[in-house]
């Protein structure tokens, strides 16, 4: 009888802290998942755009499960040294994965990785997309999309386009570019996004496909004529995307989100997936993401593993099309 009130006493306990986050039934009808803290591990270092993306939509997400939750820095090896950690943890429901665009679609048709993205997680949530900017110096000779593919087919090999660095979304996204209109741009790889946009203000470099560029073009610093992601970026919105333009049909998006070992109990999955979607329904949870160049792209489980699956297929065919090699 003891044991029972126990049970009882913790699931109105529960009932009564998820209320007050405007969430009455994500945990008081749902079972005793979570009856502990929860930790997100985040495969690359604090203040980067994967950590604080995932503390913003985390914590929310936990609260409203009426628990809290530990972040985990285990960066190195381009998250593979996080990644690894998780695939060998406990898939007890009580341990979850921060993944990015590369972790799980691109760096596997490029190098051997200690785990299998397809066969040792699962897709939890998908949380958030960054924008990126086509940023254009300012003397390329070009005033929207079709001038610039004009200009660069008229003059082969003598664009120039930085990346932070070789086989990064950065490059890839400047290779689709070339693949879907048939223009000629150079790859120049540098060691991180911010001395790629250096070159580009200099002239050094003539294109960067890269959120280091937003900045600068709402300054008028660089001319834009897309941005990359599913809506246009608040700070240019007469902008169009690629996307409304015809292109960026073979790539993706730079997003984040949430996976689980494989194995994790699918209450668990299902729990904090839902939790996540309406974390990501908080007007101050967005406006913290907007100021942060990102915005929420929620997609349950399901959706989000259909879409790690095509994007994965995506970005190996601009890989072996563009024969990138690391």
Known sequence: MGAYKGRIGRRLFLSASVGLVSA??????????PSRQIRIVVPYPPGGPSDI?????????????????LFD????ASGA???????????DGYTFLTTTTAMVCITQHLQPLPYDPAKDFVAVARTA????????NLQVPANNLQEFIAYAKANPGKINFGSAGLATITQLYGEMFNIETGVKMVH????GSAPATNDLLSGQIQVQFDPTTLPHIAAGRLKCFAVL???RWPGKPDVPTLKEQGLGKIGGDAWYGI????????????????????????PALNEKLVASGNYTSFQDSTTFAGTIERERASFGEIIRKADIKV
């Open 188 to 191: 120049v790889p540098y060691k």
């Open 81 to 91: 040294i996080g990644a690894e950690h998780v695939k060998n943890s406990p898939a």
């Open 73 to 76: 820095n285990r960066a190195g």
């Open 53 to 69: 993306t995932t503390r913003l939509v985390m914590e929310r997400a936990a609260s409203l499960l009426g628990q809290s939750v």
């Open 259 to 282: 996976l689980a070992a494989r194995g994790t109990p699918q209450t668990a999955i299902d729990k904090l997936s839902r939790a996540i979607g309406e974390a990501v329904k908080d």
């Open 129 to 136: 997309t960054s924008w990126m900017g086509m940023g254009i």
């Open 229 to 231: 992601g599913e809506k």
């Open 24 to 33: 009455p039934a994500i945990v008081a009808a749902q079972g005793d998942w």
